[in-house]
């Protein structure tokens, strides 16, 4: 008898099987990629009929860019878990500066007009003097170096003209010392944004500059890169460089600075003969802010880098939104003066991303773009005549396109610590647990 073929039991398996299996490995090759040039055609020509539809009617792609919005690591940011609430000594601060620079504003000059001249004109010429002074104590400092002196003397006789020209300043014990009042308790906030009311009283700690500011640059004991210093002095206007030398502390030097009339204090961390951080001090009385320094590229190592003019630049500040970002980028906005020289067409980016703040610097140009080579990216008939002062009305549809030339130097910063005073308490500082979670920024 014939044998009875058993019926065919169903798979069991979660899977299911390919329609067909070619066992030739070669025609199953070449058919796997005909298959991959099909999809890939279809798309490609999906794509430019999306084209020419969008191109005729440019709401469409407007929706669809609404619709499709990529999800990047800022768009995901979360809140910091444990904000940063400012200290009560720091807002204490903060609100007596306020009411100082409320109240000289608020004084009425009209009384006295011909007294507040003269000492005007006497401070003038004071502080005159104190920079003849300065300067030629610092020449004389330089063109006295011996050949056979070591380098360590030569940096101490420089700071050294800034203590010993510095009999005109008050005596230590006549300055007046910030008054200490009572810590209250401190308030809890729970989101990580403050009041409106506090932010502003914190903000004032570093306001926006009326006149140019004046910086002094030094650098750590016993530094040897003193041209990476210079480099420095060109990204900063109006800022001077003394190497520092293994006398004086950070104190100290705020002290004779704060005599000359400088605003704030740079001081250039180095180690190997390398740049690792920063620390910038807002005199007269803080506060003060650590940065870490890496990435640093001279711009002689920049393909097709320009030259920089010495104008006073433009200044951008990107994505500083937390109070701390906020103070933060105050105090950047408080090294440049408040009137850049548009002439000279430089412009100054930080940038922040993910807590890192970018440096670059730039000089952009404007240019024209021919009507013949704008018909494959739109319909564009505005031409570059029609632009306003300074270009703000440059875009795509207007026919302009906008060169950049970097400068240099570039580097990146991070903030590690902020300090109340002149180097006398920390307020927020850096640690390495915040960076557990990737979507957490804290400035």
Same mark, same amino acid.
């Given at each position: 008898?014939?044998?009875?073929?058993?019926?065919?039991?169903?798979?069991?398996?979660?899977?299911?099987?390919?329609?067909?299996?070619?066992?030739?490995?070669?025609?199953?090759?070449?058919?796997?990629?005909?298959?991959?040039?099909?999809?890939?055609?279809?798309?490609?020509?999906?794509?430019?009929?999306?084209?020419?539809?969008?191109?005729?009617?440019?709401?469409?792609?407007?929706?669809?860019?609404?619709?499709?919005?990529?999800?990047?690591?800022?768009?995901?940011?979360?809140?910091?878990?444990?904000?940063?609430?400012?200290?009560?000594?720091?807002?204490?601060?903060?609100?007596?500066?306020?009411?100082?620079?409320?109240?000289?504003?608020?004084?009425? =000059?009209?009384?006295?007009?011909?007294?507040?001249?003269?000492?005007?004109?006497?401070?003038?010429?004071?502080?005159?003097?104190?920079?003849?002074?300065?300067?030629?104590?610092?020449?004389?400092?330089?063109?006295?170096?011996?050949?056979?002196?070591?380098?360590?003397?030569?940096?101490?006789?420089?700071?050294?003209? !800034?203590?010993?020209?510095?009999?005109?300043?008050?005596?230590?014990?006549?300055?007046?010392?910030?008054?200490?009042?009572?810590?209250?308790?401190?308030?809890?906030?729970?989101?990580?944004?403050?009041?409106?009311?506090?932010?502003?009283?914190?903000?004032?700690?570093? =306001?926006?500059?009326?006149?140019?500011?004046?910086?002094?640059?030094?650098?750590?004991?016993?530094?040897?890169?003193?041209?990476?210093?210079?480099?420095?002095?060109?990204?900063?206007?109006?800022?001077?460089?003394?190497?520092?030398?293994?006398?004086?502390?950070?104190?100290?030097?705020?002290?004779?600075?704060?005599?000359?009339?400088?605003?704030?204090?740079?001081?250039?961390?180095?180690?190997?003969?390398?740049?690792?951080?920063?620390?910038?001090?807002?005199?007269?009385?803080?506060?003060?802010?650590?940065?870490?320094?890496?990435?640093?590229?001279?711009?002689?190592?920049?393909?097709?880098?320009?030259?920089?003019?010495?104008?006073?630049?433009?200044?951008?500040?990107?994505?500083?939104?937390?109070?701390?970002?906020?103070?933060?980028?105050?105090?950047?906005?408080?090294?440049?003066?408040?009137? =850049?020289?548009?002439?000279?067409?430089?412009?100054?980016?930080?940038?922040?991303?993910?807590?890192?703040?970018?440096?670059?610097?730039?000089?952009?140009?404007?240019?024209?773009?021919?009507?013949?080579?704008?018909?494959?990216?739109?319909?564009?008939?505005?031409?570059?005549?029609?632009?306003?002062?300074?270009?703000?009305?440059?875009?795509?549809?207007?026919?302009?396109?906008?060169?950049?030339?970097? !400068?240099?130097?570039?580097?990146?910063?991070?903030?590690?610590?902020?300090?109340?005073?002149?180097?006398?308490?920390?307020?927020?500082?850096?640690?390495?647990?915040?960076?557990?979670?990737?979507?957490?920024?804290?400035?």
């Amino acid at each position: 008898m014939p044998s009875k073929r058993l019926p065919k039991l169903s798979s069991t398996s979660t899977t299911e099987a390919a329609p067909f299996n070619i066992k030739n490995k070669h025609r199953r090759s070449t058919h796997n990629v005909a298959l991959r040039s099909t999809i890939a055609r279809a798309k490609r020509q999906a794509r430019f009929d999306r084209r020419k539809a969008e191109t005729r009617d440019p709401s469409l792609r407007r929706e669809r860019l609404k619709q499709n919005v990529p999800q990047t690591l800022d768009s995901k940011r979360v809140s910091v878990e444990n904000p940063w609430v400012p200290s009560a000594e720091l807002l204490e601060r903060a609100k007596r500066k306020r009411d100082e620079m409320e109240g000289t504003e608020n004084d009425s =000059p009209k009384e006295e007009d011909e007294d507040e001249e003269s000492s005007d004109d006497d401070i003038r010429a004071h502080m005159k003097d104190k920079a003849k002074d300065l300067s030629t104590n610092i020449e004389g400092a330089e063109d006295s170096e011996d050949e056979e002196a070591d380098e360590d003397n030569d940096q101490d006789d420089d700071l050294g003209s !800034l203590y010993d020209s510095d009999s005109d300043a008050e005596p230590s014990s006549k300055r007046p010392k910030p008054s200490k009042a009572p810590n209250p308790p401190a308030k809890d906030f729970s989101s990580s944004t403050l009041p409106e009311e506090t932010l502003n009283a914190l903000l004032s700690l570093i =306001p926006h500059p009326t006149t140019p500011p004046k910086l002094l640059l030094t650098t750590t004991r016993m530094a040897r890169r003193h041209d990476l210093y210079k480099t420095l002095t060109t990204l900063l206007p109006n800022a001077t460089y003394v190497p520092r030398g293994s006398r004086f502390t950070i104190p100290q030097i705020a002290s004779f600075a704060t005599n000359r009339a400088y605003t704030h204090l740079i001081v250039g961390l180095e180690d190997s003969k390398h740049l690792h951080g920063l620390i910038i001090i807002l005199l007269p009385h803080g506060p003060t802010f650590h940065f870490s320094l890496t990435n640093f590229a001279d711009g002689k190592a920049i393909q097709g880098r320009g030259v920089n003019t010495n104008h006073i630049p433009e200044l951008i500040l990107n994505n500083f939104t937390t109070p701390i970002g906020r103070l933060t980028a105050s105090l950047f906005q408080s090294l440049y003066p408040p009137q =850049p020289q548009f002439q000279g067409r430089q412009v100054v980016t930080l940038h922040n991303q993910r807590d890192y703040i970018f440096f670059r610097m730039h000089r952009y140009v404007f240019r024209a773009v021919d009507t013949e080579s704008k018909g494959s990216r739109g319909d564009r008939t505005t031409g570059a005549e029609q632009v306003g002062v300074g270009g703000q009305r440059a875009g795509e549809d207007l026919g302009i396109r906008v060169g950049l030339q970097e !400068l240099g130097p570039q580097f990146t910063l991070k903030l590690r610590r902020v300090e109340r005073g002149v180097c006398e308490g920390v307020e927020w500082e850096w640690k390495g647990r915040m960076e557990k979670d990737r979507k957490m920024f804290h400035l």
